[in-house]
């Protein structure tokens, strides 16, 4: 018995409609299958979900350390517990940059409750697209160049709940905003030192809420 065509079609956006859902978790641990977050990137696809541990089993009772990570596609990655003090810290003692955000990533590309410390130029630089950074900590980032803590250029970023502290940099020590719409949303921004303008934010040609 064939079936009816409006069943087929049915049957067809049903199916479409289940793998468009699908996505993948991928925890990131250390000793595990994903010991780096970058690891886990390098496998996960649009729409998957990236989990990151936060306490390192080698040393119990402080938080595990990540090496820097660039994310060019629509994913989330996540602290495992959002309850936990701790926090994973991505550790950019020697990198330019410890989040690198660009590509395909979009306003459904979330970060969420990380810790950015140690880049020498940006803790994390977002190029001419517009993720999500929620409940993130970026702190003792920059040097010499704009937007120690965040630079983002040619973007419509949505930060949320951070603090970005301790940052320097030459103009917007914590954030600098280039060509932008920038939404901050209760975010903190505590002794930051820019050695020209903006000592929080410093935003050319941009709109800042």
Known sequence: MRAHPAVRFVLS??????ALLAQTTYVVAKGTTYPEI????????AGDIIEV????????????????????????IRRRNPFSLARPVVD????????????????ATVIDGLEVRHAIAHGIQIDAVSPTLRNCVIASCGLQLDGGGV???RSSASIEGCRIVDCDGNKGAGAYCYESNVRFVGCEFGDNVANADGGGIAA???FVV
């Open 13 to 18: 956006l049903s199916l479409t409609a289940s």
């Open 38 to 45: 970058l690891s886990a990137l390098q496998v996960a696809v």
């Open 53 to 76: 541990d936060e306490i390192d089993p080698a040393t119990p009772g402080q938080a595990a350390r990540y090496l820097p990570f660039h994310v060019d596609k629509t994913l989330t």
């Open 92 to 107: 950019a003692t020697g990198f330019q940059v410890g989040v690198l955000i660009d590509g395909l990533a979009g306003p």
């Open 151 to 153: 630079h983002l250029a």
């Open 204 to 206: 050319e040609g941009t």
